[in-house]
């Protein structure tokens, strides 16, 4: 029985990997849709957002059967419990993903950005994309350091998304109410995504470490 427990820990571990790194080729995708105003690509990343769902929900029904089942303690109960909690952070992940490439369709053939922030939400893109490909390795391998360097970006990200409310609430900026809303809403889409990769990086850190970094205000 013990074999057979440790078998379902490693499917898991598997399967978050595996809903991550679809996460990761969400937003790479949605990126360059929003970047490029390509409405095919967009197209496919909101098409793409179900099978991200259907995954999540499978894990959640794997990981619920193990506590039903197994009754696990101490770690191996922290283990599956992380897991409920990283799955839904990947779905969300998976929606901000799906609202970016939203935008590119709603306003296909216009991009969505006046060309002054087109820049500033290339930056945000690739720091997403980033983040998202080493929280896949980081749920792949708990390597630690792979969580600091998360962190790390998700500054970075508050630093652009800061940088948009400036520029959109700016006496030189002239794009109009469409215009305003559109990079507020990116903006912030951008912003959360890095927010749920941190969130999950710190519980992969406490499970790997059994040290919890506090959430900074």
């Known amino acids: 029985m013990r074999e057979v427990f440790q078998q379902e820990l490693q499917e898991v571990q598997e399967r978050l990997v595996e809903i991550a790194t679809l996460v990761a080729t969400s937003i790479e995708n949605a990126t360059s849709a929003f970047n490029e105003s390509n409405v095919a690509l967009a197209e496919r990343v909101i098409a793409d957002d179900t099978k991200i769902d259907e995954l999540t929900v499978s894990l959640d029904e794997l990981a619920i059967n193990i506590l039903a089942r197994q009754q696990p303690v101490a770690r191996d109960l922290r283990i599956v419990v992380s897991a409920l909690r990283i799955s839904a952070s990947l779905e969300r992940m998976g929606d901000m993903s799906e609202h970016i490439a939203q935008l590119a369709r709603y306003r296909f053939p216009e991009k969505v950005v006046p060309k002054s922030l087109r820049p500033t ?58 215009d305003t809303v559109d990079a507020t809403l990116a903006s912030r889409y951008h912003e959360r995504f890095a927010d749920h990769a941190v969130s999950i990086a710190k519980k992969v850190q406490y499970l790997a470490t059994g040290d919890w970094i506090p959430t900074e205000d």
């Open 121 to 178: 939400f290339a930056d945000m893109g690739r720091l997403d994309v980033d983040m998202a490909r080493k929280l896949a390795e980081l749920l792949r391998t708990e390597d630690v350091r792979l969580a600091e360097e998360i962190r790390n970006d998700d500054d970075k990200v508050d630093a652009l998304h800061l940088s948009v409310f400036d520029t959109v609430l700016g006496e030189k900026w002239k794009g109009g109410a469409e």
